[in-house]
């Protein structure tokens, strides 16, 4: 149900809110439903822009809460550092009822940034954060932000779009005589600018809807609304970014001399290279090094947010982030005579596509490797044919799991600025085959005529499965902790089983599949009823999902992480004394984008089941949801059936 209704009039309001934030007391509320939390009444962005570069940034935000989960809009939090100051920051209230409030300076709350996934994180940024008091349903709650701006390129953003309904949202800029600039709009219909007499430009929009966030959905912020203000002063020097080339010729200016190598680091590049018979060996040994022996420990102070720090130092202190990590393996391929760039990248595939206007909203960086002639990709599924620079081979030392040649599935088919001499170009990743990521299990299994079931089970995962198997184990100290990841998966199908053993293979040969070996006992698999046994053909794992199961139609795209083939073979020796009476139907699904395929037969005294599901595509459309959700149905439809035997007469 949509609401498009009148606010309430609130009885008392705080005298010293600001009168832009009580003009949306008796303001109409945009388009909601039931469940909105909250509605942004009003939001404006005023620019300024300096003569010597610099920019002043003012921020307004209104909400009404609407119910309790709404109240996280009351609380305010905005991050600063070396390029941006926080000069103000102040909150207001106006409740329904009773007296208003107004919070600044003295309830800021202000603390460093040092948490970061895989390492230790030293930076100048910090975050402000203020609790704006009686943010509750049915209050408006407001804020206004003024910041000093120093940005590496002059140009801004407007995210006008949220995931709650917007009522209106306006952006103005003032510039210094001379200068010019030019807007790029994404996910949003151009809006002419109106021309106001204080020199300033200003756009407008008004009742946007809200992104709605669903699960397996691209980031919201890559479909969500948005407009790129690219500035240019008079000189042309400095001026915001009107190309990837741009982008890409400024971040190779940062670089200048960083992949310089030093004795020490010749010295190391022979000591690792000396056995290695070819080129691709070569490689594969710098690479190691640097994703094993360089520790992941972030320090961006100033420019070293997005600069790298030199070869020199990462190698001299065996640390480094992903852009030092790609620094020191870009100067170590160097000294044996393989070519290597930088590529800057989002790790959320989506957020930037190509249609994105040129911009640095990246937030890793990782390796493009010239194959030298002849090297063999058979075995380095992660390269695409460049038309200048030839075989080119994508790699991300920073993550420790992933061998040389592949690529985690969430940079798969990504779009990444690959920054080569001359400039920047937007390229698009490899996606890996699907047959490279997933499991393949085997079991042979023997059921009693007391329904126990016990067996050999064999894994054997690649991709990211394997990775994610191996980093399950990085902490495991005795011969239980190595085996929970098992529990763990068994849990979801099975009760009242036990490991009787269980071993892994391959667990730091990265570049072989990881593998499990294990025994497994399983008290009351099969179910009586009479003369009967019911047995699940299907005895663990499992591919069906329920996260399309919502009562709202689907409005977004469903993603996937990355290719995926899934098998099972399960091979159950039955007790004698007992025959076939009926068998599951065999299924076979295939929707292009997705595949499954299962039968069940009798050999003998041995019931075999065999499957395989397949994703062959990262992106379904939203119209082909409810076939996918149908698949799925299927799917688990399938992995509850039974076979019933029967006693033999």
């Known amino acids: 149900m949509a609401l498009g209704v009148l606010a309430p009039v609130h009885a008392v309001f705080a005298a010293s809110a600001p009168e832009w934030m009580r003009a949306q ?25 300096q003569a010597q570069g610099k920019m002043k940034r003012l921020d307004r935000v209104v909400y009404k809460i609407l119910r309790r989960d709404g109240e996280r809009y009351g609380t305010v939090r905005a991050e600063y550092g070396s390029l941006n100051r926080i000069t103000s920051m102040r909150g207001w209230s106006i409740p329904l009822e009773g007296k208003g409030y107004e919070v600044g300076k003295k309830e800021i709350v202000e603390t460093s940034i040092t948490d ?31 910041q000093e701006l120093q940005p590496y390129a002059m140009t801004d953003e407007w995210d006008f779009q949220d995931t709650v309904p917007v009522r ?23 809006t002419p600018a109106v021309e106001l007499p204080s020199g300033q430009s200003r756009w407008t929009v008004s009742n946007l809807k809200p992104v709605k966030l669903e699960a397996n959905m691209p980031p919201w912020r890559g479909i969500a609304g948005r407009m790129v203000l690219s500035l240019q002063p008079p000189d042309g020097k400095r001026g915001g970014f009107q ?33 290695s018979p070819d080129a691709l060996a070569k490689m594969r040994a710098l690479a190691a090094f640097v994703q094993r022996d360089i520790r992941y420990v972030a320090i961006e102070l100033g420019v070293g947010g ?14 480094g982030d992903c852009k030092d990590k790609v620094t020191l393996l870009s ?9 290597s760039h930088y590529v800057i990248i989002n ?41 200048q620079l030839g075989q080119v081979l994508f790699f991300d030392p920073t993550h420790p799991l992933i061998p040389f040649g592949h690529l985690p599935g969430g940079l798969q088919a990504n779009f990444g600025l690959l920054v080569k001499p001359g400039g920047g170009e937007l390229v698009q990743l490899p996606q890996i085959a699907r047959e490279l990521n997933g499991v393949q299990r085997t079991a042979k299994l023997t059921l009693d005529e007391n329904g126990k079931l016990r067996g050999d089970i064999q894994e054997i995962w690649m991709g990211d499965g394997a990775a994610a ?82 009562k709202e139609p689907r409005q977004h795209p469903i993603e996937f992480d990355a290719l995926l083939r899934y098998s099972d073979v399960f091979e159950i020796t039955l007790p004698p004394g007992y025959v076939m009476d009926e068998l599951p139907p065999a299924v076979t699904q295939d929707l292009g984008f997705v595949a499954y395929r299962s039968s069940t037969e009798m050999k003998g005294n041995v019931l075999r089941y065999t499957r395989m599901a397949e994703i062959k595509e990262l992106s379904v459309p939203v119209e082909k949801a409810d076939e996918l959700k149908t698949f799925f149905r299927v799917i688990e439809n399938d992995e509850r059936m039974s076979t019933v035997l029967k006693r033999a007469q």
């Open 347 to 387: 790790t959320l595939r989506g957020s930037v596509t190509a249609a994105t206007p040129p911009n640095i909203g990246f937030n890793h960086a990782i390796l493009a490797v010239q194959l030298p002639a002849g090297v063999d990709t058979a075995t380095l599924p992660a390269f695409i044919a460049h038309e």
């Open 331 to 339: 100067a170590m391929l160097k000294e044996v005579g393989i070519e």
């Open 25 to 49: 007391i008796s303001a109409p509320l945009p388009e909601h439903d039931a469940e909105t939390n909250a509605v942004m009444l009003f939001t404006e962005t005023e620019l300024t822009v």
């Open 469 to 550: 198997q191996r980093h399950a184990l990085r902490t495991a100290r005795q011969d239980m902790d190595q085996i929970k990841p098992i529990e763990s998966m068994l849990n979801r199908s099975l009760t009242g089983f036990a490991i009787v053993k269980a071993s892994v293979r391959n667990l730091r040969a990265m570049e072989r599949p990881f593998e499990w070996h294990y025994t497994l006992e399983v008290d009351r698999y099969a179910r009586t009823a009479g003369d009967l046994i019911l047995v699940r053909p299907r005895v663990l794992g499992s591919f069906s999902t329920a996260f399309l199961e919502t």
């Open 116 to 146: 970061v996934d895989g390492g230790e994180l030293v930076t100048d940024v910090h975050r402000k954060s203020l609790r704006i008091p009686a943010a509750i349903p049915g209050s408006i709650v407001g804020y206004e932000i003024e």
């Open 168 to 190: 209106e949202a306006s952006y103005s800029v003032k510039l210094p005589p001379g200068w010019s600039y030019k807007v790029f709009w994404l996910n949003h219909p151009e």
């Open 306 to 319: 997005v600069q790298p720090h030199s070869a020199a130092e990462v190698f001299a202190h065996r640390y």
């Open 243 to 275: 190309s990837w080339n741009e982008v890409g010729t400024w971040y190779l200016d940062l670089t200048t001399g960083r992949r310089d190598a030093t004795t020490e680091i010749r010295q190391k590049v022979q000591e690792l290279t000396a056995s």
